[in-house]
């Protein structure tokens, strides 16, 4: 099982810039790859974006191409979401998860691929 715990969310102003990272513990972080989704009140939980084992590849929802960037940094086992140009839509709680028995370069969108999930942090977009 994989603990994660994400912080850094908060209060921003549409065209703000927010950076959540999520910290991993209880399994070599390399072996999973990594996801963020969120959820908007009265809404169902949606994929934002995906990173691979060996963080070389990624892919992202439609809403967020071209603003958001995730990375990882293996050695400090923590995941980042970058969210630029942030808009009041992007309002949700945030959580990143950890997909195992992954092929190395592969992002999984599905939720269905993950396995562990942190506990959320709210992002917040003020208009």
């Known amino acids: 099982q994989v603990q994660l715990v994400e912080f850094g969310g908060g209060l921003v102003q549409a065209g703000g810039s927010l950076r959540v990272p999520c910290a991993a513990s209880?399994?070599?972080?390399?072996?999973?790859?990594m996801g963020w989704f969120r959820q908007a009140p009265g809404k169902e939980r949606e994929f934002v974006a995906a990173?691979?084992?060996?963080?070389?590849?990624?892919s992202y929802a439609d809403s967020v191409k071209g603003r958001f960037t995730i990375s990882r940094d293996n050695t400090k086992n923590t995941v980042y979401l970058q969210m630029n140009s942030l808009k009041p839509e992007d309002t949700a709680v945030y959580y990143c998860?950890?997909?195992?028995?992954?092929?190395?370069?592969?992002?999984?969108?599905?939720?269905?691929?993950?396995?562990?999930w942190g506990q959320g942090t709210q992002v917040t977009v003020s208009s």
């Open positions: 990173i691979s084992r060996s963080g070389g590849s990624t």
């Open positions: 998860a950890a997909a195992w028995g992954i092929t190395w370069d592969s992002t999984p969108a599905s939720s269905y691929y993950y396995r562990d």
């Open positions: 209880g399994r070599p972080f390399s072996s999973y790859a």
